[in-house]
Protein backbone atom coordinates (compact mmCIF):
# COMPACT_ATOMS: atom_id res chain seq x y z
CA UNK A 1 0.00 0.00 0.00
CA UNK A 2 1.16 3.74 -0.43
CA UNK A 3 2.01 3.78 3.61
CA UNK A 4 1.47 1.67 6.96
CA UNK A 5 -1.95 0.98 7.75
CA UNK A 6 -3.13 0.31 11.36
CA UNK A 7 -6.01 -0.36 13.19
CA UNK A 8 -8.00 0.28 14.79
CA UNK A 9 -7.32 3.60 15.17
CA UNK A 10 -9.30 3.76 18.57
CA UNK A 11 -9.83 1.32 21.10
CA UNK A 12 -11.70 1.84 24.00
CA UNK A 13 -11.83 -1.67 26.47
CA UNK A 14 -12.21 -2.32 29.92
CA UNK A 15 -9.26 -3.89 32.76
CA UNK A 16 -8.73 -7.17 31.88
CA UNK A 17 -9.69 -7.89 28.65
CA UNK A 18 -7.30 -8.93 25.64
CA UNK A 19 -7.04 -6.55 22.49
CA UNK A 20 -5.55 -7.08 19.17
CA UNK A 21 -3.90 -4.26 17.58
CA UNK A 22 -3.00 -4.58 13.30
CA UNK A 23 -0.20 -3.22 11.34
CA UNK A 24 -0.09 -3.55 7.56
CA UNK A 25 3.39 -2.41 6.59
CA UNK A 26 4.54 -0.63 3.18
CA UNK A 27 4.36 -3.58 0.40
CA UNK A 28 8.31 -4.86 0.27
CA UNK A 29 9.33 -3.42 3.47
CA UNK A 30 11.21 -6.70 5.26
CA UNK A 31 11.14 -4.65 8.56
CA UNK A 32 8.28 -3.78 10.99
CA UNK A 33 8.33 -2.42 14.32
CA UNK A 34 6.04 -1.72 16.92
CA UNK A 35 6.43 1.84 19.17
CA UNK A 36 4.79 3.12 22.24
CA UNK A 37 3.69 6.52 22.80
CA UNK A 38 2.73 7.53 26.53
CA UNK A 39 1.98 11.08 27.48
CA UNK A 40 5.65 12.54 27.89
CA UNK A 41 7.51 9.58 27.72
CA UNK A 42 8.41 9.61 23.98
CA UNK A 43 8.47 6.57 21.84
CA UNK A 44 9.20 3.40 23.73
CA UNK A 45 10.76 0.17 21.69
CA UNK A 46 8.76 -2.63 21.60
CA UNK A 47 9.53 -5.38 19.48
CA UNK A 48 11.12 -5.73 15.68
CA UNK A 49 10.65 -8.15 12.86
CA UNK A 50 13.32 -8.23 9.95
CA UNK A 51 12.81 -10.69 7.69
CA UNK A 52 12.13 -14.36 8.49
CA UNK A 53 15.18 -13.63 11.49
CA UNK A 54 13.87 -14.33 15.25
CA UNK A 55 12.25 -11.09 16.54
CA UNK A 56 14.09 -8.26 18.76
CA UNK A 57 11.31 -8.94 21.98
CA UNK A 58 13.40 -7.03 24.02
CA UNK A 59 11.48 -3.97 24.69
CA UNK A 60 8.22 -6.02 25.08
CA UNK A 61 7.46 -4.31 29.14
CA UNK A 62 5.87 -7.96 30.65
CA UNK A 63 5.07 -11.46 29.10
CA UNK A 64 1.46 -10.12 28.73
CA UNK A 65 2.56 -8.41 25.78
CA UNK A 66 2.93 -10.45 22.22
CA UNK A 67 3.38 -9.65 18.59
CA UNK A 68 3.43 -11.74 15.81
CA UNK A 69 4.41 -11.26 11.47
CA UNK A 70 2.19 -13.53 9.38
CA UNK A 71 3.79 -14.29 6.12
CA UNK A 72 6.55 -11.31 6.51
CA UNK A 73 3.68 -9.17 5.99
CA UNK A 74 0.87 -8.30 8.68
CA UNK A 75 1.04 -7.79 11.97
CA UNK A 76 -0.68 -8.33 15.07
CA UNK A 77 0.23 -6.86 18.55
CA UNK A 78 -1.59 -8.52 20.95
CA UNK A 79 -2.00 -7.48 25.05
CA UNK A 80 -3.62 -9.73 27.35
CA UNK A 81 -5.39 -8.93 30.70
CA UNK A 82 -5.09 -5.01 29.81
CA UNK A 83 -4.08 -2.42 32.20
CA UNK A 84 -4.44 1.13 33.05
CA UNK A 85 -1.14 1.27 32.45
CA UNK A 86 -1.17 0.54 28.85
CA UNK A 87 -3.29 3.32 27.64
CA UNK A 88 -1.26 5.04 25.28
CA UNK A 89 -0.74 5.66 21.46
CA UNK A 90 1.00 2.23 19.89
CA UNK A 91 2.89 3.06 16.75
CA UNK A 92 3.96 1.02 13.67
CA UNK A 93 6.54 1.93 11.34
CA UNK A 94 8.38 -0.41 8.19
CA UNK A 95 11.16 0.04 6.40
CA UNK A 96 12.95 -1.36 3.78
CA UNK A 97 15.61 -3.39 6.05
CA UNK A 98 18.02 -5.37 4.79
CA UNK A 99 22.12 -3.50 5.89
CA UNK A 100 22.75 -2.20 2.13
CA UNK A 101 19.47 -1.18 0.69
CA UNK A 102 19.22 2.46 -0.53
CA UNK A 103 16.86 4.30 2.52
CA UNK A 104 17.02 0.84 4.24
CA UNK A 105 16.82 2.96 7.70
CA UNK A 106 14.20 4.86 7.03
CA UNK A 107 11.00 4.26 8.87
CA UNK A 108 7.33 5.04 7.44
CA UNK A 109 5.07 5.26 10.73
CA UNK A 110 1.55 4.39 10.72
CA UNK A 111 -1.15 6.89 12.53
CA UNK A 112 -1.08 4.86 15.51
CA UNK A 113 -3.80 3.01 17.80
CA UNK A 114 -4.89 4.92 20.72
CA UNK A 115 -5.52 2.52 23.30
CA UNK A 116 -7.84 3.46 26.34
CA UNK A 117 -8.18 1.12 29.65
CA UNK A 118 -10.70 1.93 31.73
CA UNK B 1 21.30 0.19 26.32
CA UNK B 2 21.40 2.82 24.72
CA UNK B 3 19.94 5.84 26.07
CA UNK B 4 18.57 9.30 24.29
CA UNK B 5 17.85 12.43 26.34
CA UNK B 6 16.50 15.31 24.72
CA UNK B 7 16.24 19.31 25.87
CA UNK B 8 13.95 21.19 25.75
CA UNK B 9 10.89 19.47 26.62
CA UNK B 10 8.87 22.71 25.34
CA UNK B 11 10.20 25.21 22.48
CA UNK B 12 8.17 28.51 21.65
CA UNK B 13 9.41 30.87 19.19
CA UNK B 14 8.44 33.73 17.18
CA UNK B 15 8.11 33.07 13.26
CA UNK B 16 11.52 33.36 11.77
CA UNK B 17 13.45 33.09 14.61
CA UNK B 18 15.73 29.70 14.52
CA UNK B 19 15.21 26.88 17.36
CA UNK B 20 17.86 24.26 18.85
CA UNK B 21 16.62 21.03 19.99
CA UNK B 22 19.78 19.37 21.73
CA UNK B 23 19.99 15.11 22.18
CA UNK B 24 23.15 13.43 23.88
CA UNK B 25 23.12 9.72 24.05
CA UNK B 26 25.29 7.02 26.01
CA UNK B 27 26.52 4.68 23.72
CA UNK B 28 29.75 5.20 22.23
CA UNK B 29 29.04 2.60 19.03
CA UNK B 30 26.32 4.55 18.07
CA UNK B 31 26.42 5.60 14.56
CA UNK B 32 22.91 6.82 13.29
CA UNK B 33 21.22 9.80 14.52
CA UNK B 34 17.65 10.59 12.52
CA UNK B 35 15.23 13.54 13.61
CA UNK B 36 11.46 12.98 13.11
CA UNK B 37 8.90 15.35 12.97
CA UNK B 38 5.06 14.27 14.38
CA UNK B 39 2.53 16.31 13.50
CA UNK B 40 -0.20 16.25 15.70
CA UNK B 41 -2.70 12.71 15.09
CA UNK B 42 -0.02 11.78 12.30
CA UNK B 43 2.96 9.10 13.30
CA UNK B 44 6.12 10.64 13.02
CA UNK B 45 8.03 11.24 10.17
CA UNK B 46 11.55 11.05 9.25
CA UNK B 47 12.96 14.94 8.43
CA UNK B 48 16.63 14.48 8.21
CA UNK B 49 19.24 12.56 9.52
CA UNK B 50 23.29 12.05 10.12
CA UNK B 51 25.68 9.05 10.41
CA UNK B 52 28.63 9.44 12.65
CA UNK B 53 30.81 9.76 9.93
CA UNK B 54 29.78 13.05 9.09
CA UNK B 55 29.72 16.35 11.57
CA UNK B 56 26.87 18.65 9.92
CA UNK B 57 24.30 18.04 7.03
CA UNK B 58 21.76 20.59 5.94
CA UNK B 59 18.68 20.03 3.79
CA UNK B 60 17.08 23.63 3.27
CA UNK B 61 16.60 25.65 6.87
CA UNK B 62 17.60 22.43 8.42
CA UNK B 63 20.42 21.09 9.81
CA UNK B 64 22.17 18.82 12.42
CA UNK B 65 25.17 18.44 13.95
CA UNK B 66 26.72 15.95 15.24
CA UNK B 67 29.75 16.04 18.12
CA UNK B 68 30.99 12.15 18.66
CA UNK B 69 33.64 12.84 21.36
CA UNK B 70 30.58 14.95 23.37
CA UNK B 71 28.23 12.55 22.28
CA UNK B 72 25.94 15.01 21.43
CA UNK B 73 23.62 16.45 18.32
CA UNK B 74 21.38 18.85 17.33
CA UNK B 75 18.84 20.17 15.18
CA UNK B 76 18.89 23.31 13.98
CA UNK B 77 16.01 25.37 12.32
CA UNK B 78 16.40 28.91 10.57
CA UNK B 79 13.46 30.99 9.40
CA UNK B 80 10.73 29.10 10.94
CA UNK B 81 7.61 29.01 9.83
CA UNK B 82 3.60 28.49 11.74
CA UNK B 83 4.20 25.03 9.78
CA UNK B 84 7.30 23.70 11.59
CA UNK B 85 4.92 23.81 14.96
CA UNK B 86 5.08 19.82 15.46
CA UNK B 87 7.01 17.45 18.08
CA UNK B 88 10.44 16.68 17.34
CA UNK B 89 11.96 13.24 18.39
CA UNK B 90 15.92 12.58 17.86
CA UNK B 91 16.73 9.02 17.63
CA UNK B 92 20.02 6.94 17.70
CA UNK B 93 20.66 3.44 16.91
CA UNK B 94 24.29 1.41 16.80
CA UNK B 95 23.66 -0.51 13.84
CA UNK B 96 23.16 2.22 11.40
CA UNK B 97 19.69 2.31 12.01
CA UNK B 98 18.73 -0.45 9.22
CA UNK B 99 19.27 -3.67 11.51
CA UNK B 100 17.52 -3.59 15.24
CA UNK B 101 15.62 -1.18 16.50
CA UNK B 102 16.09 3.09 17.16
CA UNK B 103 15.90 4.49 20.64
CA UNK B 104 14.32 8.10 20.48
CA UNK B 105 14.39 10.71 22.85
CA UNK B 106 11.23 11.79 24.49
CA UNK B 107 10.47 14.86 22.25
CA UNK B 108 10.12 18.68 21.98
CA UNK B 109 7.08 20.11 21.60
CA UNK B 110 8.16 23.19 19.11
CA UNK B 111 5.53 26.06 18.38
CA UNK B 112 5.81 28.58 16.45
CA UNK B 113 3.81 31.80 17.18
CA UNK B 114 2.92 34.08 14.09
Known amino acids: GAGVSQSPSNKVTEKGKDVELRCDPISGHTALYWYRQSLGQGLEFLIYFQGNSAPDKSGLPSDRFSAERTGGSVSTLTIQRTQQEDSAVYLCASSKGGQYRSGANVLTFGAGSRLTVL | GENVEQHPSTLSVQEGDSAVIKCTYS??????FPWYKQELGKGPQLIID?????GEKKDQRIAVTLNKTAKHFSLHITETQPEDSAVYFC?????????????FGKGTKLSVKP
Open chain 2, 50 to 54: IRSNV
Open chain 2, 27 to 32: DSASNY
Open chain 2, 91 to 103: AASTRGGSQGNLI
